[in-house]
């Protein structure tokens, strides 16, 4: 199947400092990306759709201005945490959809472990 | 609106019995559901997925679902559980539209005694 990689996988960072996350599709383009934020033990939480070429759509209740989303080509999308702080500390999720022929499959990242000290 | 229950945060089964997993969904249009697993600090994997199409889908490493309209149900069995098997599995729901967004339910977490 498609893989789709996350870099880093891990990051530790200080309170107030900014951080991004790359998600990539390794073997295929994606119009679509998406980034989730999975706190321990739980589900995950769709953040954003990324589109490639034009503005992401933020869900309700994520700050946009915060969590700067950057699709600019096919392959590629960021995640940049600005200005993070410790309740920012999560699992982040990026995935990447591949058209099907009824519906479009997403194949998901190894994840990013954020740690905000 | 759409969404997803799994029934149950915790399942605990003996290596080699029934693996039941239960799942409900709500949609107000005709869905598309998936069950994934996940791997502790790994990503999300495809297990199964329906379409609209053959309503007892099968997937890999020996899963299948059942997809009940009447039930709103999409339960997950497998018929001889592994120690492998011992992961998070997360349902979720689409909407009928393709690319749209998948709503994950809280999880289910599968233990399995030797």
């Known amino acids: 199947g498609a893989v789709v990689s996350q870099h880093p996988s891990w990051v530790i960072c200080k309170s107030g400092t900014s951080v991004k996350i790359e998600c990539r599709s390794l073997d295929f383009q994606a119009t679509t990306m998406f980034w989730y934020r999975q706190f321990p033990k739980q589900s995950l939480m769709l953040m954003a759709t990324s589109n490639e070429g034009s503005k992401a759509t933020y869900e309700q209740g994520v700050e946009k201005d915060k969590f700067l989303i950057n699709h600019a080509s096919l392959t590629l999308s960021t995640l940049t945490v600005t200005s993070a702080h410790p309740e920012d500390s999560s699992f982040y999720i990026c995935?990447?959809?591949?058209?099907?022929?009824?519906?479009?499959?997403?194949?998901f990242g190894p994840g990013t472990r954020l740690t905000v000290l | 609106a759409q969404s997803v229950t799994q029934l149950g945060s915790h399942v605990s089964v003996s290596e080699g019995a029934l693996v039941l997993l239960r799942c409900n969904y709500s949609s107000s249009v005709p869905p598309y559901l998936f069950w994934y697993v996940q791997y502790p600090n790994q990503g999300l994997q495809l297990l199964l997925k329906y379409t609209s199409a053959a309503t007892l889908v099968k997937g890999i490493n020996g899963f299948e679902a059942e997809f009940k309209k009447s039930e709103t149900s999409f339960h997950l069995t497998k018929p001889s559980a592994h120690m492998s098997d011992a992961a998070e599995y997360f349902c979720a729901v689409s909407g009928g539209s393709s690319a749209s967004k998948i709503i994950f339910g809280s999880g289910t977490r599968l233990s399995i005694r030797p």
């Open positions: 995935s990447a959809t591949v058209p099907g022929p009824q519906v479009d499959e997403q194949f």
